[in-house]
């Protein structure tokens, strides 16, 4: 694949993810991670912290879920692709079961390889988070 069918190859693929994660449908997006993911949460945040499974994401992915009303509603603002990088900006609209708005920014880094995503950094504001969500367990981190 050359390096412009390659960029547009993950971008589409990436694209897709988040329409179908629009339509409430998140199977795509886990179908998508490699088993041995490597998901980094950037900051110095409780939240910050770089997973090394794909289990270890879902298990984060679904200690947040636990505590909203319905899964985040993401924005996607722009998507920038390089080879086997992909960009999303995007923001993010969910409720707590507490009642708090958690309307949050992203900036997600994507790496691709073999049409599965092997590499996430994730940028948000981790400091809402922080205020908003109850914190993962330090036994979850690493």
Known sequence: MTDVTA???????????????ANNNPGPFVDAFADDVRFTIAGSSVWSRTLTSKQALLDLLGMVRQQLVERIRLNVLRILADGEYVVVQADGRATTKKGKPYNNVYCFVYRIAGDKITEVTEYQDTELATGTLDAPAPAARG
């Open 7 to 21: 960029t547009e190859h993950n971008r589409t693929l990436i694209a897709g993810i988040f329409a179908e994660l």
